[in-house]
């Protein structure tokens, strides 16, 4: 894509409704009685995270730079800002779960998908999952996120999106640990689902990652 383009559309790439319920259904949500909470850090018009929040039973919390995008955003969340989201604040270790589908770009610091992926960690509680998206070639050049992934998160699920997938992106699914470690195997494993471009993102999960129950 175009990086004027890009700029232009500060980052915002809606997730295609093609892929709504593909994503669903690779999660659970943690009962009727949860007041657990997920958040969407760059959340543009919050469709598809009002569309999560309410498959899977949790209270939304928002966060999008745009000024009009972020209206629509707040009508649909349970919190929202309106703000930059590497400048936003929040609690560690606050929520269940975080969907996050970072711009496709480069500030004069670095990615901001791996800006993004930093930026929010801690804002997961540790059993906690993140559901991140971002084009598979960036991963394969940025082996730093790889190896953030590994570090801090386990139980590694990783898709490629079937068409349409105008972007190429993957949608990879963790599990937050309760401290970092190492694991050349598992960053072996997530290459060869990059490289092969054979694990398509499927239409139904017999077994479903679930979101645990944070009352905070």
């Known amino acids: 894509m175009g990086r004027l383009r890009n700029i232009a559309n500060a980052g915002f790439y809606p997730w295609l409704e093609d ?14 009685d949860s007041r657990s909470w997920m958040l969407d850090p760059c959340a543009g018009e919050g469709a598809f995270a009002r569309f999560l929040a309410d498959r899977l039973g949790l209270k939304l919390a928002t966060v999008e730079i745009n000024r009009d995008r972020g209206e629509r955003c707040r009508a649909l969340s349970n919190h929202h800002v309106t703000s930059d989201a590497l400048q936003a604040e929040y609690g560690h270790n606050q929520f269940a779960f975080i969907w996050s589908n970072p ?25 906690g999952i993140l559901a991140y998206t971002i084009p598979g070639r960036t991963m394969l050049r940025d082996k730093a996120i790889l190896a953030h992934l590994v570090r801090f998160y386990r139980d590694h699920r990783l898709f ?13 699914l963790g599990v937050r640990r309760e401290r970092k470690t190492e694991s050349t195997q598992a960053a072996a494993d997530l290459i060869n689902v990059l490289t092969s471009r054979t694990h398509l993102l499927p239409e139904a999960c017999i077994d479903p990652m679930v979101i645990p129950s944070l009352p905070r």
Not at 23 to 30: C, H, I, N, R, T
Not at 110 to 117: G, K, N, P, T, V
């Open 103 to 127: 711009p496709v770009m480069t500030d004069a610091a670095a990615r901001m998908e791996w800006r993004f992926l930093r930026r929010y960690r801690d804002a997961l509680a540790p059993g």
């Open 19 to 32: 892929h709504f319920e593909r994503v669903a259904e690779q999660l659970a949500g943690p009962g009727d």
């Open 160 to 172: 490629w999106l079937p068409e349409p997938n105008p972007s190429g992106q993957i949608l990879y």
